[in-house]
């Protein structure tokens, strides 16, 4: 987790040229300078300061913009990730107070939608390919053969982004990822190996505290108290308990079929603040072709 967090850092802070958080310093132009390496990028100097020309990794500010509006804009299903448009300033172009829950989201599935019409295609290709490594690797059933093909693309894909990466972008968490497939491997799927589990748990265990110094009593007393109301409510059915509470976006339970695809069937309750918006033809294709690959009833056919 530690490790997405940091190259999705890397990533968004380098691209969208984050001062304070992008590699791509004035610095990181006199290594190159140095080195005698990617002499299009050597800062030119201008009196007494120097002009760094753009690289091809760094957002246009129409980009940027547009990279955003993605973000800030977007509707993910309940649960999936946090509000990630309240760490999104779209006056000064940035992005920040991100947890490690959020760049996780960001980097296996965010981050390739939002650039895919953005940067040039060497820049590109290896952050979508890096995207869908993290991607494989976090799945709930891992087999060995994709671990294998990810093992042995990864190389190439950092050997890509060193190509058009400045070498300040690279510290060791950019090496990491080269052994996370051999982790895989021998330790099982991620569920079984993450900290997610463990800081879930002792966030419900912090909601305990009441007095600060005597911390570890009030998790106990708070603890005990949680347990005990459990067992009871158990036992209470004519009132409402953790039990039997109606989910938070609870629809109103299935509808009757009236001989149509299943698929209409479920229940649906609009939304506060929602928009009409007419589909164009591509959008409804797309449309269609999703419902039908998503019915039950259509499956045999596919297959």
Not at 144 to 169: D, G, N, S, Y
């Amino acid at each position: 987790m530690h490790i997405e967090k940091n190259i999705c850092d890397n990533i968004l802070g380098t691209i969208l040229n984050i001062k304070g958080k992008t590699k791509d310093t004035l610095s990181s132009r006199l290594d190159l300078q140095e080195l005698k390496i990617m002499k299009e990028l050597h800062p030119k100097r201008n009196g007494e300061k120097y002009d760094l020309p753009t690289a091809c990794f760094t957002l246009s500010p129409e980009e940027k913009h547009k990279f955003l509006s993605f973000l800030k804009d977007l509707k993910v299903p309940d649960g999936f990730s946090s509000n990630i448009s309240h760490c999104i300033n779209m006056k000064d172009h940035k992005i920040s107070g991100l947890k490690s829950h959020d760049c996780h989201v960001l980097l296996q599935h965010l981050i390739p939608l939002a650039i895919r019409s953005m940067l040039c295609i060497e820049v590109r290709e290896p952050l979508i390919e890096l995207s869908l490594f993290f991607n494989l690797l976090g799945a709930k059933c891992l087999k060995l053969e994709e671990l294998e093909q990810i093992e042995a693309q990864i190389p190439e894909t950092l050997c890509k982004l060193k190509k058009v990466f400045i070498p300040a972008f690279f510290d060791v968490m950019e090496h990491l990822p080269i052994h996370l497939a051999n982790e895989a491997m021998i330790g099982g799927p991620v569920q079984y190996r993450s900290m997610y589990p463990v800081e879930r748990w002792l966030y419900f265990l912090k909601l305990f505290i009441r007095n600060r110094s005597c911390v570890e009593g009030s998790i106990a007393e708070g603890y005990i108290a949680n347990e005990f109301t459990t067992l009871c409510s158990r036992y209470l059915h004519t009132m409402e308990t953790k039990f039997n509470l109606l989910e938070r976006n609870y629809d109103g339970g299935a509808l009757e079929s009236d001989g149509g695809l299943m698929i209409f069937c479920q229940p649906g309750r609009a939304l506060k603040g929602g928009k009409t918006q007419l589909l164009n033809l591509k959008e409804l294709e797309q449309a269609h072709i999703y419902i039908l690959k998503n019915c039950d009833e259509v499956q045999p056919f596919l297959e």
